[in-house]
């Protein structure tokens, strides 16, 4: 009798069909099986309404880059097949308008374009069927203290340098899925390098760059300068001190107990946290200072969640209540607020004050932005524990979580609506711009990620994709599609505006598309990984086989994860391009125009 | 005075509303259950070894990828009698001043849970081969070899083993390998971990039954999974072939060949159903093999020992339920046993 194959080999979801799919086309294409099976099964997975609720929000991501894609392209389509111009010179007609060239000799006569006043900034020549459009130019600021040009620049410079150090330490990591004897240096090992890698983008690049923009926005909105800048310039230390010690400490394995993002240990953290007391007291006294009488929606936003984080920390740090499962209830509050009333409130703040400047027009609805504020604080306080579904941790505890969880759907629908009616009639705006598609995908990832975040929490859901791969895919979709899109897009908003030099929007263009395409990757090949794997689970079939049959998916997280590192270096030039001298213009002397160039 | 127009009115509602929910939601919960919480009366406190070996277990970042948490869901079962409970987590308290309360429940699965490690691979060989490169024993592993938890020696100690690893992982080293005292400290964790059993009378919480996975996953996976009866060669791939193998030819040195094996091939299986039953260590050259009696039933170990029976070009005739059930019963009937 031959040898029988090794068992675990034969993994039936190998051969499923589905799989071979997977494998080879996109993964948006098998929401049509999904929607299919659900009209004919019954029973299937694929008709729960968590399950389809997930796939709609990924097509519909899907569909907002196709969006984009047209909008950015319209303008070369135009480009490339102009108005058809008779070549024949019809007989001379006193009545008719000159043509050709005896309207390019009455124009050579008549007009000879000088611009004296230096009024035209900027001309582009030879415009035929350039690789990319050309983006519209924003007006440079004149009216701000380089003091606080010198100071944000300096918090998107640290944030940038930890942006490409922890997604390269994040690569990394997740090459080892696929090559785990890469190396067997202990401090670069996987269990101490996965939190140097988040901690580092959240620390270091996330919070840096939004306390960066902060330091504009707060004091812009009440029309008066920030409280104190060498407050700023503090802040900006302390933070990255404690981002190099929690690095170094990690990596030499002080670790603080596990939890996720409290890995650093307390005198590291205690840095970060003296850090944001001080930026709250600045920020604080900048908003009391102001010369409106209001304070702008904005600012509610940044400063709640200044306030909010350092409450946070200090209850997480705190030892009192921390033996037994204590530790776990302060885990599952501490790293799911961390993310929703730090990174996500302020980073909505900042986009309240930048989507309407961009747009050149107000915010929809003050009161939506008010009702979302409050209704987040209600709401996001109260979830933490659906980290913890099925676990020791009290059941109503567990309910209590997953009921805020479909709650959340008040906020991020009034968040949602508000950004969406402000954006509604601009697509040409959108186009035309080269920041604005950043913070689009941002808006669009706002709506899906939080609402798949929701639907995850489910005590069904949570059956499949708990303890898999898919929450990474989720924490991929919020920290990055929500908040690092809107952070750039942001950043390209203001910083040529207080720096009077634009990037090249061909390296935007590939940063954009990059990141998105990088991420669509590395999230679709978890979430179908992670769904496969929960299913394997719950077969109970033999554990390895569940490492198995991720490979192929964790191979495309790795190669999502690489274009992502590369949009990082690219945008690593550009903030550095943006933050040199502005380039010297000199007044432009117009030449006549060629006669085709006048088509364009 | 209109909200928005008055900072202080603003900020304090905002952040003294945060404070109460966090209270509410976090802190006193945490209090309640820190302060209501005992260990189960059969439960045995760390010795100083394990201790340390759970500071190793954080400190390289095992929890990033090891659960221990039985939830109450029938998926889970392969990971402990019983859903875990409060009181399981009751021993935990800060590591030191620096360190916090090591956050061992997890969140991801991305290796085995480790809630009964120690009684699932009891074997302190297999432990270390395996933490110096996991690939050693477990082809299809990802997990990181943690090849600085060991060290060269020239003379081993009394008390100490030498870890026998194969050449093609040795990694350049030539000499005898042995764990330094992090990897002992780990290892003694590792096997530390097992549930620890309800007083007798009490009645386990239950797993919770869900009957629509059945279906679905009959639909994704096909008909293997749902096949009737126990399916040898999956639970040979869950319990024994970490150890012998997936071509059930062992680790030299390490752990002995089913493939060919005397006992395994013996036409009277009695032998083997009783190292099955009871563990084995009979054998100096080899691991000690844990015991699997209270840990599968009758068909489970009738499936697996006529597939390894009839695998690999061994030819011995299939393992009836019945057999494995009367020696059972002969066992439990020895005195002394």
Known sequence: MPARERPCFQHPLRQHPLRQWMLMIPGFLLLTPVVASAQTKPESIYSQPAVLGTGLLLLLIIGTAVVVVFLQLRPILLRLYPPMVPDSTPEADPAAPPTGEQFDELRTA????????????????????????????????????????RLVSAYLLCATVWLVFGTLVGWYVGIKFVRPDIDHIAWLSFGRLRPVHT????????????????????????????????????????????????????????????????????????????????????????????????????????????????????????????????????????????????????????????????LNKPIYSYSLGALAFWTQLLFYTLIGTHHYVFSPIAWWLQTVAIVFSAGMFIPVLA??????????????????????PFLLIGVVLYFTGSVQGSLQAFRTTNLVWHFTDFNVAHSHITMYGI???????????????????????????????????????????????????????????????????????????AIGGTLMLLAHFVFGYNLLDMLRPPRRQPAPTLQPLERHEYIA | ???????????????????????????????????????????????????????????EGCVACHTQQVRNIDMDKPWGGRPGMASDYAWRTRIDIWRATPSTLGTERTGPDLTEVGKRQASADWQYLHLFNPRTVVKQSIMPAFGWLFTETTSLLPDEKAVNVPPAYRDGLTGTIVPTERGRQLVA????????????????????????????????????????????????????????????????GAFPPLKGSPVVTDANASLMVNVVLQGYDARPEYGAMQAF?????????????????????????????????????????????
Not at chain 1, 529 to 552: C, E, H, N, R, Y
Not at chain 2, 19 to 30: C, E, K, N, T
């Open chain 1, 110 to 149: 008549l007009v000879t374009p000088r611009d004296e006043r230096g009024l035209v900034q900027r001309v582009s020549r030879n415009v035929h069927a350039p690789l990319v459009s050309d983006k519209k130019r924003g007006q440079p600021l004149t009216d701000v203290d380089p003091k606080l040009v």
């Open chain 1, 199 to 358: 901690n580092a983008v959240f620390w270091g690049w996330t919070s840096l760059a939004m306390l960066g923009l902060g330091n504009f926005v707060v004091p812009r909105t009440g029309s008066t300068p920030l409280y104190s800048y060498r407050i700023g310039w503090w802040t900006l230390w302390l933070i990255n001190a404690a981002t190099v010690l929690g690095t170094l400490c990690l990596m030499a394995g002080i670790n603080n107990g596990g939890g996720e993002y409290r890995e650093y240990i307390w005198p590291v953290m205690l840095l970060f946290a003296v850090g944001l007391i001080l930026t709250f007291y600045n920020y604080f006294k900048t908003v009391a200072n102001r010369k409106t009488p209001e304070i702008y929606i904005s600012n509610w936003y940044i400063i709640g969640a200044c306030g909010w984080v350092i409450i946070l920390s200090v209850i997480a740090y705190l030892p009192f209540y921390q033996n037994g499962l204590g530790e776990t209830i302060i885990q599952g509050y501490y790293m799911h607020q961390g993310v929703g009333m730090w990174f996500m409130t302020f980073t909505l703040g900042l986009v309240y004050y930048f989507l309407p400047l961009s």
């Open chain 1, 415 to 436: 968040g949602t609506i508000n950004f969406a009616m402000t954006f509604r009639g601009s697509s040409k705006q959108v186009g035309d711009s080269y920041s604005l």
């Open chain 1, 483 to 557: 908040v690092a899109f809107m952070l750039w897009g942001c950043i390209y908003t203001l910083l040529p505006k207080l720096t009077g030099r634009e990037p090249r929007t061909l390296l935007v263009g590939i940063h954009f598309w990059f990141a998105l395409i990088g991420l669509m990757a590395y999230v679709v090949a978890l979430m179908v990984g992670g769904t496969l794997k929960g299913l394997s689970w719950m077969a109970a079939q033999p554990f390895i086989d569940s490492v198995v049959l991720m490979a192929p998916y964790w191979l495309w997280r």
């Open chain 2, 1 to 59: 005075m209109n909200i928005s127009h008055n900072h202080r009115l603003l900020f304090g509602l905002a952040l003294g509303g945060f404070l109460f929910l966090s209270l509410l939601i976090a802190v006193r919960p945490a209090w309640s259950v820190q302060e209501n919480n005992a260990s189960l009366p059969g439960a045995v406190a760390m010795t100083d070894d394990e201790r340390a070996g759970l500071h190793v277990f954080i400190s």
């Open chain 2, 189 to 252: 964790y590792l096997l530390s971990l097992k549930q620890v059993a309800l007083p007798t009378g009490s009645e386990a919480p239950g797993f919770i039954e869900y009957t629509p996975a059945k279906a679905l996953v009959a639909e994704v996976a096909g008909s293997v999974a749902v096949a009737a009866g126990p399916d040898g060669a999956a639970l040979y791939a869950t319990h024994c072939q970490a150890c012998h193998q997936a071509n059930g030819e062992g680790l030299k």
């Open chain 2, 293 to 337: 009696g209270d840990r599968l039933t009758d068909a489970e170990i009738a499936a697996i020992l006529t597939f390894e029976r009839q695998s690999w070009g061994n030819k011995a005739p299939a393992v009836p339920v019945a057999f494995v059930t009367a020696e059972r019963a002969a066992l439990k009937s020895k005195p002394g046993v």
